[in-house]
């Protein structure tokens, strides 16, 4: 197979970017080997070029000025990492540049999601978050493919690592919520700022994108009612026990006749469903089509490799496009 070289800028070495940046090396060969297509990260847009990190990343490759990403005509791919509020606004850039743009920015991608996805037809380029939502499950790709000749009845899911690994931790081995919550931060799955995990904000922006994508409809996440898990208590999680049930910060989506119904809240859930199964930073995405009845999607909802491995995921489904002169039929890949 003829090689192809694909050149990608990163936005953001934090957790997410340091894992996608070691995802690309580990299986770099590869990737090559399976798809023909040699991906390399050329530019790194980080300032903190000192920090201690455990792979080797040459200095050559940072700058701190976003324009020598998207000014460079051989960077092709884009990834938004930067976790920050306004990242949609260097995405829109990045677009405006002729670049494809992959991120797992949910807060970016449910706050600015009509005008992305815009931005994206406008300028033909591709746009693809797989890894903004349930982070290593391919949830969207999923939906929006194998499952697309289904209609959805609802979705319902655990979309938030820190606060899952929380409430399991307090409910099989009677921890306090301060400590478990320190010991998600050190584990790397946790906001850097927990609010958005704890109060639900972060689910909720995950519910938005999933609505959009399985309902077709815009609800933007502060119109989704939203309560996080601080105020559950561990006499809350026993009397839950003793009626069968475990408490999971459960997000949903149903259709109710024609009317949609949404929430983000604190749920009781029967030992006997498939989502009381479903412990520590794991993720699930349970779905309900009129064609394929249920399904559940399982797995590593958070952290640096799972993350990585979504968002290599998509780059790699446009690298294969740009060397099949394909990008014109798969603009905006994943989405309604
Ligand atoms: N803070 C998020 C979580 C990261 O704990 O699930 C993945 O979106």
Redesign the pocket.
């Given at each position: 197979m003829a090689s192809n070289k694909v050149k990608i800028g990163l936005m953001g070495l934090g957790n997410i970017g340091l894992g996608t940046y070691k995802t690309l090396e580990m299986n770099r060969e590869a990737i090559l080997a399976a798809t023909g297509v040699d991906f390399e990260i050329t530019k790194i847009l980080e300032r903190d070029v000192d920090r201690e990190r455990d792979i080797v990343v040459p200095r050559e490759k940072f700058t701190q000025d976003a324009d020598d990403l998207f000014k460079d005509p051989e960077i092709q791919i884009v990834i938004g990492l930067l976790g920050i509020k306004n990242e949609g606004d260097f995405m829109l850039r990045a677009m405006e540049n002729g670049k494809h743009v992959v991120t797992?920015n949910?807060a970016a991608i449910a706050a600015q999601y009509d005008e992305l996805r815009e931005a994206a037809i406008r300028n033909n380029v591709m746009l693809r978050y797989e890894?903004?939502?349930?982070?290593g499950i391919p949830i969207l790709t999923c939906l929006t493919g194998a499952l697309q000749a289904n209609q959805y009845q609802e979705v319902l899911g655990i979309?938030?690592?820190?606060?899952?690994?929380i409430l399991t931790q307090m409910t099989d081995y009677d921890l306090n919520y301060e400590d478990v919550l320190k010991d998600?931060q050190a584990k790397g799955?946790?906001?850097p700022d927990?609010t958005?995990?704890v109060e639900g904000i972060?689910v909720a922006n995950?519910l938005s994108i999933l609505i959009s994508l399985v309902f077709g409809e815009r609800v933007r996440p502060d119109e989704i009612p939203t309560t996080g898990i601080t105020g559950v208590t561990k006499e809350d999680i026993v009397a839950a026990a003793e009626r069968g049930c475990k408490i999971k910060l459960i997000a949903s989506a149903r259709k109710n006749g024609d009317k949609l119904e949404y929430s983000v809240k604190p749920t009781e859930i029967p030992f006997t469903h498939p989502l009381a199964g479903v412990s520590n930073?794991f993720?699930a995405v349970y779905v309900t089509g009129n064609a394929v009845d249920e399904l559940m999607f399982y797995g590593r909802?958070?952290?640096p490799l799972p993350?990585g491995s979504a968002v290599m995921g998509d780059v790699i489904e446009i690298g294969k496009a740009i060397v099949k002169n394909a990008a014109y039929d798969l603009v905006v890949a994943g989405g309604k």
């Open positions: 797992a949910k890894a903004s939502v349930g982070g979309l938030n690592g820190t606060t899952n690994y998600a799955f946790a906001e927990p958005a995990d972060d995950k930073e993720n909802g958070a952290g993350t």
